[in-house]
């Protein structure tokens, strides 16, 4: 119930998504699409884990495989939609490479975090230390490379590239504090409330990047017209 529930809402910021996209993002469609797929990608993967598709058992609980092959997806576009949004008319100070580190530091964050919890002794360890740091340099490229280059730009663009960059700053360590607490490592709470934890951040988090973007206006802005003064010629 719990999935179709993460499913049912995935698709309807698909729909969303889909909708107000074609109306206010017409200038710049590549950060409509990958908005878009964020929810296409995590609808299917709810589907999959209420279907039990990719559902493994270890240690007397089930780790549901489909959600990490939707986040290896969703953190890489993330990625992109705030490398796209950092750049500049003039492309800003960030390049091509860093998009690149900052992807494979995401989609190395998502697979050290399976690993930690799939692999068994010392591996897991190793796992989860490789997972932080992932994550770390993941935070610093998107925050502190990416936010420096926002600079050059307009205030609106700069207020939205500072929410956006909190809402990664605060809940993306958030789902590795829950996987940290969960049942493959403190054991602080049951499968059941850290699937739903999960689920309602996966909600939270996609619902608050698309409508961040959704009500910002892409339009460019107008330079106030300045007053010329007429001079007066005097007649002798």
Not at 21 to 45: C, D, E, K, W
Not at 105 to 110: C, F, K, L, Q
Request: net charge positive.
């Amino acid at each position: 119930m719990l999935f179709w529930f993460g499913s049912f809402f995935m698709m309807v910021f698909t729909g969303l998504f889909l909708y107000y996209g074609s109306r206010h993002l017409q200038n710049v469609r590549y950060i409509h699409y990958a908005l878009t797929f964020m929810p296409l990608i995590m609808a299917g993967a709810y589907l999959a884990m209420s279907n039990g598709v990719w559902a493994i058992k270890t240690d007397g609980y089930w780790f549901y495989l489909a959600r990490y092959v939707g986040w290896v997806f969703v953190l890489p576009l993330m990625a992109f939609i705030l490398f796209a949004l950092s750049r500049d008319a003039k492309g800003g100070i960030v390049t091509t490479k860093e998009l690149v580190y900052a992807v494979a530091t995401g989609m190395m964050t998502v697979v050290f975090g399976a690993l930690s919890i799939l692999s068994y002794s010392d591996g897991r360890i190793w796992a989860l230390c490789m997972g932080a740091i992932s994550l770390i340099l993941f935070l610093y490229i998107v925050m502190l490379r990416y936010g420096a280059s926002v600079k050059g730009q307009s205030q609106s663009m700069i207020s939205l590239y500072t929410r956006l960059s909190m809402v990664v700053g605060v809940l993306f360590p958030g789902y590795f504090a829950l996987t940290v607490l969960g049942e493959a490592w403190v054991g602080m709470y049951s499968v059941v409330t850290e699937n739903f934890a999960l689920t309602l951040l996966d909600i939270t988090t996609i619902g608050l990047v698309g409508y961040l973007v959704y009500t910002h206006s892409f339009e460019p802005e107008k330079k106030p017209k300045q007053k010329t003064k007429s001079k007066k010629i005097k007649s002798l």
